[in-house]
């Protein structure tokens, strides 16, 4: 079976043993003569993948008892939602940070819910082409909190100081979750969508610091109160089982390879492979995105025309290089290099695009 070099942006690539691991305990969850899709989630068997998905994110991620690890449902959009439903208390005010199409969202859905402003914006300067400097957030001490997306998918750019705030922050990690080693004391409330670097779609992992669990609103419905899933494991309904076990299968994989400061220097080579070849072949391609905004999981770029553009895809394709189509919003290319994209397959990319000309 040949599989492809998968450059998708989400759902993406997983590691091949994560997933020649379900393969093989698919018909036989260790020895229960059952898969684990099912199994009872108020069962043993499951209750141990569950837990391990869930102690694996506190080891490898250095998550404090201070703080909840959540494995929610509704895709990191649901949670647009959530976090002001649960944080934004009447009377008081949230700052958005707008740095691409996802934090639009995330803003537009939480002034359904309450007050909010805008603390910056880097969309009319350079197109969502840059990460606004702390110097230029403007913002509100008083607020409940203050919500940035830390990798923007679409765009190819990526926060790599994380800013200083008084308030609470909230971070949209959806897909740059674990690419390195971070101190999540720094964050009140971090949510992912698993569809990029952690497993399948259908699960969001949320960290949140147990004061804030503690102070949220409690006239929303139970099930979107972190409250909620707080006290129940997030058992209070049936969790999307499945996805829950592949993150497990992921983690367990990135501790066996080292944990995450591996994880980090493997992503850093990737990208810096990719931007080394669009750089020195300014004749060929060009970046849209400033230099110190750049995303190491989302490497965009663009071609002089958009018939080298199709050509491009083409060639890539017969090479067996999938996914390489920039964002319908934006055109251009997107190389998604997410934890999962082992090195040898960056490597072949960047090799065929300094060949391209030729
Ligand atoms: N935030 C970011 C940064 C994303 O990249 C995406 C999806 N690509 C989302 C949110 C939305 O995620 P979901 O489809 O899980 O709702």
Request: glycine share 4%; net charge neutral; no cysteine.
């Given at each position: 079976m040949a599989r492809v070099m998968n450059f998708n942006a989400g759902p993406a690539a997983l590691p091949l043993a994560a997933l020649e691991r379900a393969q093989k305990e698919l018909l036989d969850l260790g020895g229960t003569g059952m898969s684990v899709i099912e199994h009872?989630?108020?069962g043993k068997a499951y209750e141990a993948v569950h837990n391990e998905a869930i102690a694996l994110t506190r080891e490898l991620y250095g998550v404090p008892d201070s703080y909840d690890v959540l494995l929610l449902q509704g895709g990191a959009s649901q949670q647009f939602a959530v976090v002001p439903m649960n944080l934004l208390a009447q009377g008081k005010s949230a700052d958005y940070v707008l740095t691409g199409a996802w934090s639009q969202k995330a803003y537009k859905e939480a002034k359904t819910v309450g007050t909010v402003r805008v603390?910056?914006?880097?969309?009319?300067?350079?197109k969502f082409g840059r990460i606004p400097k702390q110097s230029e957030l403007e913002l509100d001490p008083g607020a409940a909190y203050v919500h940035i997306t830390t990798n923007n998918t679409i765009f190819?750019?990526?926060?790599?100081d994380i800013p200083e705030t008084q308030a609470p922050l909230v971070a949209d990690?959806?897909?740059?979750?674990?690419?390195r080693p971070t101190d999540v004391t720094k964050f009140g409330l971090i949510y992912a969508g698993a569809q990029k670097n952690l497993g399948p779609s259908g699960l969001v992992l949320v960290i949140v610091k147990k004061e804030l669990v503690a102070e949220g609103r409690k006239d929303i419905p139970a099930i979107f109160q972190y409250r909620t899933h707080s006290e129940n494991n997030s058992l209070y309904n049936t969790p999307p089982t499945f996805s829950v076990y592949i993150l497990r299968n992921v983690l367990d994989g990135v501790k066996k390879a080292g944990g995450l400061a591996q994880v980090e220097k493997v992503n850093r080579e990737k990208a810096k492979l990719l931007y080394d070849v669009i750089d020195g072949r300014s004749d060929l391609y060009a970046s849209p995105v400033d230099k110190d905004s750049r995303s190491v999981m989302n490497v965009v770029f663009t071609l002089q025309t958009p018939e080298l553009e199709a050509e491009f895809l083409a060639e890539a394709q017969k090479r067996g290089m999938a996914g390489l189509k920039g964002h319908r919003s934006v055109g251009g290319m997107r190389a998604s290099i997410y934890n999962a994209v082992p090195l040898e397959w960056v490597q072949a990319l960047a090799d065929f695009m300094s060949g391209f000309k030729k």
């Open positions: 009872s989630h108020r603390a910056a914006t880097t969309e009319k300067d350079k190819g750019t990526q926060w790599h990690m959806s897909s740059d979750i674990m690419w």
